[in-house]
């Protein structure tokens, strides 16, 4: 069973930056794609960024492009799979972050196409 675990969340002011890991516990792949998504109090779960296995395909969400990068930690002395190093918050950025992986090849941010979730990490961005 994969279970993912986010952590890095916090508050911060407009302007600044956060970095969230994303690490599993028991056996995952190394052929997963990884995503980052969030969900703001009443909307949808929404996708920010993906990465392929081996970190040389990205895709963002254009509400984030130039301000967020997605890394691919694949060092074989990290339980660490994915980071998302998150610059120039805006409090529209609030929300719970989640991480996910996905043994299928991805196109895009689509949430529904990734199958194993953790539970979350908040970031609130104060203006």
């Known amino acids: 069973q994969v279970q993912l675990q986010e952590s890095g969340g916090g508050s911060v002011q407009s302007g600044g930056s956060l970095k969230l890991s994303c690490a599993a516990s028991?056996?995952?792949?190394?052929?997963?794609?990884m995503g980052w998504f969030r969900q703001a109090p009443g909307k949808e779960r929404e996708g920010v960024a993906t990465v392929s296995a081996d970190g040389t395909i990205t895709h963002y969400a254009d509400s984030v492009k130039g301000r967020f990068t997605i890394s691919r930690d694949n060092a074989k002395n990290t339980l660490s799979l994915t980071s998302l190093q998150m610059n120039s918050l805006k409090p529209e950025d609030t929300a719970m972050y989640y991480c996910a992986a996905s043994f299928r090849r991805i196109e895009g941010t689509d949430p529904s196409r990734f199958d194993y979730w953790g539970q979350g990490t908040q970031v609130t961005v104060s203006s």
């Open positions: 028991g056996y995952i792949s190394s052929t997963y794609w």
